[in-house]
């Protein structure tokens, strides 16, 4: 059973902090990992994706993966209110259909 | 770029009849096209994978005879929901994954959902 888990949250953090959020995988042959913004009533947006183990930075997001470990993480600098929303992992595994395997998502609140 | 739509946003029908929902990826070509449904507060279930050309493949526990999926171009696929009940509302998502990727790569472009509610 492929699983992908975060936690439901809410995170909450003051604007202007770091939000980290987390992820974690169960299969080993996963090759791609994906982080998607939701907000609420909206379908998800593609924010990053990393495929090799290390950090990569767009803007204010920085995905970290740790392949060993089976995590992958989105850091969120100078958190901002707009930021609040459901933040979705997914992960695709080699082989088979490629299908990704979705969190349930992690909620983050940014209070002003 | 990496642009899809979805027609329509919302729609609401009588319960017993049948719904079309269209997605089309707009600026690049899809080999794959996924259809999720979501309940309020719920996390994203797909549903089945639509590939060009040929039948789609559905998650266990959905009905193929009721959630017929047509995916008759690289840039559209259709999914109908027949014989619509009140259970069947929900928000319904497309994606599609980009041809020109890996497809073990291949990060998934979302539609901005259909939102159906039976009545």
């Known amino acids: 059973q492929k699983e992908v888990e975060q936690n439901s949250g809410p995170l909450s953090v003051p604007e202007g902090a770091i939000a980290s959020l987390n992820c974690t995988y169960s299969?080993?042959?996963?090759?791609?990992f994906f982080w998607y913004r939701q907000y609420s009533g909206k379908s998800p947006e593609l924010i990053m994706f990393?495929?090799?183990?290390g950090d990569k930075e767009d803007g204010r997001f920085t995905a970290q993966l740790n392949k060993a470990s089976q995590y992958v993480s989105l850091l969120i600098r100078d958190s901002q209110p707009s930021d609040s929303a459901t933040y979705l992992c997914?992960?695709?595994?080699?082989?088979?259909?490629?299908?990704?395997?979705f969190g349930r998502g992690t909620s983050l609140i940014v209070h002003p | 770029g990496a642009v899809v739509s979805q027609h329509p946003s919302w729609v609401i029908c009588k319960s017993g009849t049948s719904v079309k929902i269209e997605c089309r990826s707009l600026?690049?070509?899809?080999?794959?096209m996924f259809w999720y449904r979501q309940f309020p507060k719920q996390s994203l279930m797909l549903m089945a994978t639509s590939n060009e050309g040929s039948k789609a493949t559905y998650e266990q526990g959905v009905e193929k005879d009721k959630f017929l999926i047509n995916h008759a171009s690289l840039t559209l696929s259709t999914l109908t929901v027949t014989s619509a009940h009140p259970e069947d509302s929900s928000f319904y998502i497309c994606s599609a994954r980009d041809r020109g990727r890996s497809p073990g790569l291949g990060e998934q472009y979302f539609g901005p959902g259909t939102r159906l509610t039976v009545t």
């Open positions: 990393i495929y090799s183990n």
């Open positions: 997914a992960v695709n595994i080699m082989g088979g259909s490629y299908i990704p395997t």
């Open positions: 600026d690049f070509q899809a080999t794959t």
């Open positions: 299969d080993r042959g996963s090759q791609s």
